[in-house]
């Protein structure tokens, strides 16, 4: 068996890749599993000290980031990266299968992350957790718990400055009139609910105010989904979800921003686009939205 070349891992495949002998020492799993801070769901780490894939470690998507910034969840940089896969003993060459417990929501964040970070193995997204549960397949629980060792070397390398962009950027091509949907400008995708994207609702952390960004777009990321199971859509139908906003998935010139509240579900647009196999830049806004208000970044509203 040869290791699968797609960006989406399905539940079936997985279990394959576990079962082989010559294959699974080169396989780990990796849970990334994050709530909104209002959330009412249990905290995902402790989840995971009850019930995960065989042999997971568990990507702290608060934690694995940028302690001394003040925007949640920032980007870390390689060293503090570097230590935390260490910790993990995740080794740069490693095959991880990445999943979160919804199904489809923060382990986009993680697959950016890693491929940003250079990880050499392949990412594969789960496609999904929730399938792969309700079809009775291997779990570990806190009785079987697989020691993760703390002597990994996975190296240091930066972040692929290509694939995320800072505020100080992305206000620029604002001031300039280069956000929006035509030849040469900068296409800007809001993950947000269109609410909040409207400015009709406000956003789940006191004190920001809604809105966009000028010339933005909306694209909420459970469009990219479906309904029950939070898997991402065939391509054909994420292509049309694009369409339906303008967006030609086909153009060989396509500059795109992805964005959304603190960056985390932008990088579900940008997986979609991934697998859509689009031609030109993709860039994750790290900051998102939350930085964007509290930094006073112009705001659009359509109510």
């Known amino acids: 068996m040869s290791l699968p070349v797609s960006k989406m891992l399905a539940p079936r495949e997985l279990t394959q890749l576990l079962d082989n002998p010559s294959l699974a020492a080169s396989i780990k799993c990796v849970d990334a599993t994050w709530h909104m801070p209002n959330s009412s769901l249990p905290q995902p780490s402790l989840e995971f000290q009850k019930i995960r894939l065989p042999r997971a ?59 940003g970070f250079g990880h050499e193995g392949r990412v594969w997204i789960l496609r999904n957790y929730l399938d792969y549960v309700k079809e009775g397949r291997a ?13 990994g070397d996975y190296g240091l390398k930066e972040f692929d400055s290509d694939m995320v962009i800072s505020y100080e950027n992305l206000l620029m091509l604002v001031e300039d009139k280069k956000v929006g949907l035509s030849s ?24 920001i105010s809604s809105g966009h960004v000028p010339g933005a777009v909306s694209v909420q990321f459970n469009e990219l989904l479906e309904d029950k199971t939070n898997k991402m859509l065939p391509s054909e139908e994420l292509k049309k979800v694009f369409e339906l906003r303008g967006i ?22 940008e997986t979609a686009l991934r697998v859509l196999e689009v031609q030109g830049r ?10 964007w208000a509290m930094r006073d970044g112009p705001i659009e509203k359509s109510v």
């Open 248 to 269: 030609d998935t086909t153009r060989t010139d396509l500059d795109i921003v992805a964005m959304c509240g603190t960056g985390v579900t932008a990088c579900v647009v």
């Open 282 to 291: 993709v860039r994750v806004y790290d900051g998102s939205w939350t930085e």
């Open 184 to 207: 040469g400008q900068t296409v800007v995708i809001d993950a947000r609910s269109y609410g909040r994207f409207t400015g009709e609702s406000p956003e789940p952390r006191p004190g």
């Open 57 to 115: 470690r568990f990507f702290d998507i608060d934690g694995i980031c940028d302690r001394t910034s003040i925007y949640p969840h920032m980007l870390p940089d390689a060293r503090t990266f570097q230590l935390s896969m260490n910790q993990l003993n995740i080794q740069r060459t490693d095959n991880l299968a990445v999943y979160d417990t919804v199904g489809g929501f923060s382990c986009f964040r993680a697959g950016w992350m890693l491929r």
């Open 139 to 151: 779990m570990e629980s806190l009785n079987t718990l697989t020691p993760v060792s703390e002597t």
